[in-house]
Antibody, heavy 119, light 107 residues
Framework: VQLLESGGGLVQPGGSLRLSCAAS????????MSWVRQAPGKGLEWVSA????????SYADSVKGRFTIFTDNSKNTVYLQMNSLRAADTAVYYC?????????????WGQGTLVTVSS | EIVMTQSPATLSVSPGERATLSCRAS??????LAWYQQKPGQAPRLLIY???TRATGIPARFSGSGSGTEFTLTISSLQSEDFAVYYC?????????FGQGTKVEIK
């Protein structure tokens, strides 16, 4: 299993960014996926999740209405569209594979991509 | 939201000694608890799920116990590679929540 994130970078407050996570080594459409972030020097914070069939999504209150998770099963890729970014969104964003759509613990993680929101 | 509280924040242990980490949930989560290990500059690694089942490839010196609201991760004999930060995570309710972490450092 490999998860490779991309799309991080420096963005101004109020701006947008789209993160991508390309997956390989498993049947992508059969597993739920999630994004978890970690602010500099801080702990882990769950951000969003999507079921294997893409029909179910969940968001942390801190990002609800601003972030959107979606998948492209033809590309084995999960995305996180981030709008109206704030300084508090600055973090390393990890893509993680859930054990199943019923049990959202994470057996594989990507290496992370850094998002910095600053003027 | 279920709040996960880990204690202690930092645990100083000598190599070869036993380490006991605690995680408490603000309400019952049955056995829907996972433990992760994170080393500096690395992604987290799954250690335990279902409160007590070791993930693939995890050494037997790691063990988990508990149910309901009280959980424990025990490292029976600390090796040099075990010094890291450990997080618990509940997956019983949305939103998913993590504890704030316990740093296990060399005494």
């Amino acid at each position: 299993v490999q998860l490779l994130e991309s799309g991080g970078g420096l963005v101004q407050p109020g701006g947008s960014l789209r993160l991508s996570c390309a997956a390989s080594g498993f049947t992508f459409s059969s597993y739920a996926m999630s994004w978890v972030r970690q602010a500099p020097g801080k702990g882990l914070e769950w951000v969003s999740a999507i079921s294997g069939d893409g029909g179910g999504t969940s968001y942390a209150d801190s990002v609800k209405g601003r972030f959107t998770i979606f998948t492209d099963n033809s590309k084995n890729t999960v995305y996180l569209q981030m709008n109206s970014l704030r300084a508090a969104d600055t973090a390393v964003y990890y893509c993680a594979k859930a054990w199943s759509s019923s049990y959202y613990y994470f057996d594989f993680w990507g290496q992370g991509t850094l998002v910095t929101v600053s003027s | 939201e279920i709040v996960m509280t880990q204690s202690p924040a930092t645990l100083s242990v000598s190599p070869g000694e036993r380490a006991t980490l605690s995680c408490r949930a603000s309400q019952s989560i049955s056995s829907n608890l996972a433990w992760y290990q994170q080393k500096p500059g690395q992604a987290p690694r799954l250690l335990i799920y279902g409160a007590s089942t070791r993930a693939t490839g995890i050494p037997a010196r790691f063990s988990g116990s508990g149910s309901g609201t009280e959980f424990t991760l025990t490292i029976s004999s600390l090796q040099s590679e075990d010094f890291a930060v450990y997080y618990c995570q509940q997956y019983n309710n949305w939103p998913l929540t993590f504890g704030q972490g316990t740093k296990v450092e060399i005494k």
